[in-house]
């Protein structure tokens, strides 16, 4: 579990290297052990005979603590959460199609756990809200992929200090807020 968690740190470190390297002290680990966290996933993903999709986080995180059905559209697909202690308000959501393809892989808000409701820019701080949070407190919020396989991007717009509204780009990464920062910028 802790190893899986550097892995998700590693990624996230490239935009919030402070919030980062709290993290690796909390989970007992150092700057170095996060890199070779992230080389041995790396290592495993890429080779042939590592199982892919949900098997894949199987193996490394064990069973899952929650797997529930999601309707999104016309497909009926798969969410399976496992809990992470880092972030014990969310889950490590793997969502899996019709037939079980990997669509997504992301930390998600815990089910029945509180939800923040942010209703201005200040209130986006980084590690604060997951997609979904984002989402919902600014729509219509658009999506975009980010410029990474596990990052993504949503365009909205939401009132700043003096309640103007202003047209805005979050980065996300693994799901989890990282920074909010003008739109067209970056």
Request: glycine content about 10%; overall charge positive; charged content about 25%.
């Amino acid at each position: 579990m802790t190893e899986f968690q550097l892995v998700l740190l590693r990624r996230m470190a490239d935009f919030r290297p402070e919030l980062v390297e709290d993290a690796v002290r909390r989970l007992g680990a150092t700057r170095a052990g996060m890199r070779e966290a992230n080389k041995r996933w790396q290592a495993m993903v890429r080779a042939p005979g590592f199982p892919s999709g949900a098997r894949r986080y199987t193996a490394v995180l064990g069973a899952p603590q929650e797997v529930v059905a999601r309707r999104i559209g016309d497909l009926v697909c798969t969410a399976r959460q496992w809990a992470l202690p880092l972030w014990p308000g969310l889950r490590f959501e793997v969502l899996l199609g019709p037939g079980g393809a990997e669509l997504n892989a992301w930390l998600v808000r815990a089910p029945g756990g509180p939800s923040p409701a942010p209703r201005s820019l200040a209130e986006l701080t980084p590690w604060s809200c997951v997609v979904a949070d984002v989402g919902e407190a600014f729509p219509p919020a658009v999506p975009r992929e980010g410029g990474a396989p596990t990052r993504f991007q949503l365009d909205f717009t939401a009132t700043d200090a003096d309640g103007r509204p202003r047209a805005c780009t979050a980065d996300f990464t693994w799901g989890l807020l990282q920074e909010v920062r003008p739109a067209g910028n970056g």
